[in-house]
Each structure stands twice: as structure tokens, then as C-alpha cells.
């Protein structure tokens, strides 16, 4: 505990006051030592109480300076008690630090809850290809030039995939972990696998793992009135244990990754022997990967995190948006009947879960993703269309008069609402095996 008089809390870089921590403040001089040789630990703890001390001298009681602030006192002890080797090490240690936030902030990254700055570029890019609105769209359709539209819009999320991958492959070694993160249903397997097979073609060594394998069991999770299972929650991982191997892996251990299947909601007896190298970086995609609870054993400064959201900007005749997570249940509802032989109906009275932990637990961390991705397809409602729209009439009438499913009711007459005005597209042919709505609905060579 601080002395009466003397200076108690810093503001970090983020804004935030925290305690002040000496042992932080001889941490950090003992790793610029150590970089040059030197092992005295109760020497750096001696040359922080030094910096205290001199924090306390040039601050009044009241001030609460900044890490900044705190780091020129430290170079400045050092260099005055003879340490000149660790001080240019701790200098050096500190441009590194300063030019790794520069390079990540290169990213498309963001300050408020709405991705601003990409919701525009997508407007702008629908705007140029006549698809910014459900009659453009459905000229598209009619005219002939739908494959080529498919084809650009995949061209141009693979474009972004690839400066994605610019960006982290510029930080070198530092990045011993990325992740792909983003609400249910935005396309984080395929973007995961295109993001890795593009790392490698720069030089770098991707590792994919995923994070879903560490589901607890279903049957240990909490059941509604209804049956269902709340499972969307970050708890409904194994924590404990992803941080546990995440650490080993990190110093070089063997690892033996579950198995989950999603089918029986459970985890099978085999799993996987994973290794990570000195040169290799684990690529993982997990709905919460923002959440800083789940990846907390791995320093902030080797993570790069990537964050993909359906930034759909299509207006239909009144002017208003299709709604991002709408798209997302209508992947989902497709993702569930042919993967975890789920009734789409049972997706539709589910989604409240959904809704509930993205606002919870995704939503509130996006300004902490790096870099932002666009997983909506201009092309997808016409083809989705084909494979959800006779279950929405039947699933209204049934419910309509249940009080408890009213928000299923108002969510599922919207979303019928928007594929009645889109003409249905039936042959989806011109859709590749490497296209990210390939996930949802079959053929995908990422399988």
C-alpha cells in the first residue's frame, strides 16, 4: 500500500487509471536486462523502488501520471545508476512496443460499437454494382449478370482477406496468436481457412485451431421451458482449460486438443496431439475470441484479432436495412438442419439466446479487433431464399398466439417480409466450392 503523500494510481494508454504496480515497473527492467545478460532480479526490483521514488519527486500527491511518463523515469534511472546496456535495451524495447501498436492500429479498426468506416465502403461498393437496394438486386437476378456478381463480390471479400493477412505477416514474430472472431453465423470457418492458406503463401506458419472443441457437454448447460439450451454464452467453453493449453502451446508443449460433436452435444474420447513452433502462430476462429477472458494467458501484444460481421447494405422499397443478424439466423437455420440436425424452426426460437450474448459478450468488444471484415454477401438472400421460405408461414401461424414466442414472431415476420420482395434465385451453380456461403449451404472445399 501507498504511503500517505505519494502517488497511487496511472492512466494507461487506454484511458483507464489503474493502480500503479511496482512490480510491473521491475518486470519490465528486468526483461531489458535480461535481453542484454543480466539475471539480477532483486536488483530490478531495487532500481523500481527507484522510480517510484522518483515518480513521488516530480509529481504532486494528487497527480496521476501516464505509462508514458513512468517509462522516461525508468530510462532515466537507469542511465543515472550506471545501467546504460539495459537502458538502450529497455529504449528499444519501448520503440518496438510503440511501432507494433502503430502497425495495428494499420488495420480497419474501430472506437464505437458500429463499424462506421466499413459500413460505408460496403454502401459505396453495392452502390457501384447496383445492389444497394432489393429492386437492384432483383435486376441482377433477371439480366443475366448474377454469376458475375457472385464473382465480384467474392473477389472483393477475398480481397480484404488478403490485406488481413498484409497486416499481420508485417508484424513479424510478435504474433503468436490470431484470431478470427465475430457473431453467429458470419462466415468465421471459411474466413479462418482462406486467412491461414494465405498466411502461408507470404511466408508465414500458420497452425489452425479451434476453440469450439471445448464446449462443455449440452446436457450442462441450463434447459428453457421449451426444451432448449443456452449454450451461446462465453461460460459455455472450458475456460480453464483453453487457457491452460494455450499456454503450453506457447512454450513449445504438446498439446491434446477435444473433439466435439455438435450432432450429440458432446465430446468424443479421441483428440488431437497439437505442437506450436518457435516460428508458428495458432490461427483459431470462436464466436467470442474478443472476449478477453478467453485467450487470457496469451499476452495482448501476440494477439492480432480479427473481427467479421454480415455488414449487409441493402434497403428495401421503404428505405430501410436488411438487418445483419436476420442474415445470420437465415445461415444459421440452414447451418443447423444439416449439421446438428436441428429442426429451422428450433433455430428461429433459439435466436433470442443468440441476440442476447452478441449484445453481452461480442457487440461491446469491437474496438478491440485489429481489423474489421465484411462476411455479408450481396448475393445470398436470393439464393437462402429457395431453402427458408416455406418454413416462416407455418412456424407464424402455429405461434402467433403464444406469448412466449413474441420475439421469435416479430423477428421471423420480419425476415419473411424481406424474402417475400427478393425473387428467388434456384440455381446456385455459379456459386464456388471456396464461396463463403458454401459454409451454410453445402459444397464448400473447406469441409
Avoid at 487506454?14 to 535481453?35: C, F, H, M, R
Avoid at 510478435?174 to 457473431?183: D, E, L, S
Avoid at 483459431?284 to 485467450?295: A, F, I
Avoid at 454477401?377 to 414466442?405: N, S, V
Wanted: hydrophobic share 35%; net charge neutral; charged share 30%.
Amino acid at each position: 500500500m501507498a504511503a500517505k503523500g505519494q502517488i497511487t494510481h496511472i492512466i494507461k494508454r487506454t484511458g483507464q487509471v489503474v493502480p500503479l504496480d511496482e512490480e510491473k515497473i521491475a518486470n519490465a527492467i528486468y526483461k531489458a536486462a535480461a535481453s542484454v545478460g543480466g539475471r539480477d532480479r532483486q536488483l530490478a526490483q531495487s532500481l523500481a523502488g527507484k522510480v517510484v521514488a522518483m515518480l513521488n519527486q516530480y509529481f504532486p500527491p494528487e497527480a496521476t501520471p501516464s505509462v508514458e511518463e513512468i517509462q522516461d523515469i525508468a530510462e532515466k534511472v537507469l542511465i543515472e545508476n550506471g545501467h546504460a546496456r539495459t537502458a538502450k535495451a529497455y529504449i528499444l524495447y519501448r520503440d518496438q512496443r510503440a511501432r507494433l501498436r502503430r502497425k495495428k492500429k494499420a488495420g480497419v479498426s474501430v472506437r464505437e460499437y458500429i463499424p462506421y468506416q466499413v459500413m460505408w465502403k460496403v454502401l459505396l461498393w453495392n452502390v457501384e454494382h447496383g445492389v444497394d437496394t432489393i429492386e437492384g438486386l432483383n435486376r441482377r437476378g433477371r439480366d443475366g449478370s448474377f454469376p458475375q456478381l457472385v464473382s465480384d463480390a467474392d473477389r472483393a471479400y477475398d480481397e480484404d482477406i488478403s490485406r488481413a493477412a498484409a497486416a499481420i505477416c508485417e508484424l513479424g514474430h510478435q504474433i503468436r496468436m490470431v484470431i478470427v472472431a465475430g457473431p453467429s453465423s458470419s462466415g468465421k470457418t471459411t474466413t479462418t481457412a482462406k486467412l491461414t492458406a494465405k498466411l502461408r503463401a507470404r511466408g508465414c506458419h500458420p497452425v489452425p485451431m479451434s476453440l469450439d472443441n471445448y464446449f462443455f457437454d449440452l446436457e450442462m448447460h441450463p434447459k428453457d421451458e421449451f426444451g432448449d439450451y443456452d449454450f451461446e454464452t462465453p461460460e459455455a467453453l472450458d475456460l480453464k482449460t483453453i487457457n491452460e493449453h494455450l499456454a503450453q502451446l506457447l512454450k513449445g508443449e504438446t498439446v491434446h486438443v477435444p473433439r466435439y460433436d455438435f450432432k450429440t452435444g458432446t465430446r468424443q474420447e479421441k483428440t488431437d496431439a497439437l505442437t506450436l513452433g518457435e516460428d508458428q502462430m495458432l490461427v483459431v476462429d470462436s464466436l467470442h475470441g474478443l472476449y478477453e477472458p478467453l485467450t487470457r494467458s496469451v499476452p495482448h501484444d501476440q494477439k492480432f484479432k480479427l473481427y467479421i460481421e454480415t455488414i449487409s447494405q441493402l434497403r428495401d422499397e421503404r428505405g430501410q436495412f436488411a438487418r445483419w443478424a436476420d442474415v445470420r439466423m437465415l445461415r444459421r437455420m440452414i447451418r443447423d438442419h444439416l449439421h446438428r440436425s436441428y429442426n429451422p424452426e428450433r433455430t428461429i426460437g433459439h435466436w433470442h439466446y443468440v441476440r442476447r450474448s452478441e449484445l453481452k459478450h461480442i457487440i461491446p468488444y469491437i474496438h478491440e479487433a485489429d481489423f474489421i471484415l465484411n462476411g455479408a454477401l450481396p448475393y445470398e438472400l436470393p439464393i437462402l431464399k429457395k431453402y427458408l421460405f416455406p418454413y416462416f408461414p407455418a412456424f407464424i401461424k402455429r405461434c402467433k398466439d403464444d406469448p412466449r414466442r413474441q420475439d421469435a414472431i416479430i423477428r421471423a415476420q420480419r425476415i419473411y417480409e424481406l424474402l417475400a420482395a427478393i425473387e428467388e434465385v434456384t440455381d446456385d451453380g455459379c456459386v464456388p466450392g471456396d464461396s463463403l456461403l458454401r459454409e451454410f449451404v453445402g459444397g464448400s472445399i473447406y469441409e
